[in-house]
């Protein structure tokens, strides 16, 4: 059985967006966040303290992307994925990771800077400063969509999920105005799947 640690609109919505997209059974463990502060005994099961974790019989991952990647390929019986000898297959991977490095991560620093840390460490510098790396990223994505319903063509894939949450963190906290048109669609357009809104429901 499939296990996934989850917090509500944490970088855990990714796998739980990708196992109701795949219809997977899985069992959820629901974690107060932030775990480290509010429930420590997580870090038992996850030492990093972070979330998602996900336990699959004897493995268990800790990056989100890399358990999209993990679950379409050993369970998803080649939904959301392109196969190996497509084009669209190394651009695949590219945008997967592209999420989380390019768009999650600068705007997990943002949060951090602006909102997380006690007030006098917070730096608006640097919170502007990621801000604005996170928008500088957006022209590639708008061209990549060009002409596509997805990053990968017709059909969604993990790329796709990868990015979505992204955008979806930087639009809950403000920045969805700034996204040019074609992207703030695109949005809109995986916001609007049955499966991304089961997964969005779950959790306080
Ligand atoms: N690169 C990791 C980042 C995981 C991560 O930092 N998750 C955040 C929630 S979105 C977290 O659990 N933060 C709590 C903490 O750092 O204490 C991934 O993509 O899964």
Redesign the pocket.
């Known amino acids: 059985m499939i296990t996934l640690y989850h917090?509500k609109d944490?970088?855990?919505l990714?796998c739980l967006w990708l196992l109701e997209e795949l219809e997977l059974a899985h069992e959820l463990e629901l974690v107060a966040?932030?775990?480290?502060l509010k429930q420590p005994q997580f870090l038992e099961v996850n030492p990093?303290?972070?979330?998602?974790f996900l336990v699959d019989g004897a493995v268990r991952l800790?990056?989100?992307?890399a358990?999209l990647l993990y679950l379409a390929s050993k369970h998803g019986d080649g939904h959301c994925l392109v196969p190996l000898d497509s084009p669209a297959y190394g651009p695949m991977l590219d945008w997967t990771f592209h999420g989380?490095t390019a768009l999650?991560?600068p705007l997990?620093t943002v949060l951090r800077y602006s909102m997380f840390l006690p007030r006098e460490q917070r730096v608006p510098a640097v919170a502007e400063d990621y801000r604005g790396q996170m928008l500088q990223r957006l022209p590639a994505l708008e061209q990549a969509l060009a002409g596509n319903a997805y990053l990968c063509g017709e059909q969604l894939t993990v790329a796709d999920i990868s990015v979505g949450y992204g955008l979806l963190l930087g639009e809950m906290f403000g920045l969805g105005e700034q996204y040019p048109a074609a992207v703030r669609a695109y949005l809109e357009r995986l916001k609007a799947r049955p499966a991304f809104q089961r997964a969005r429901a779950v959790g306080a």
């Open positions: 917090s944490t970088r855990s990714r966040f932030p775990p480290r990093s303290g972070t979330l998602p800790h990056e989100s992307c358990i989380e999650a991560a997990a």
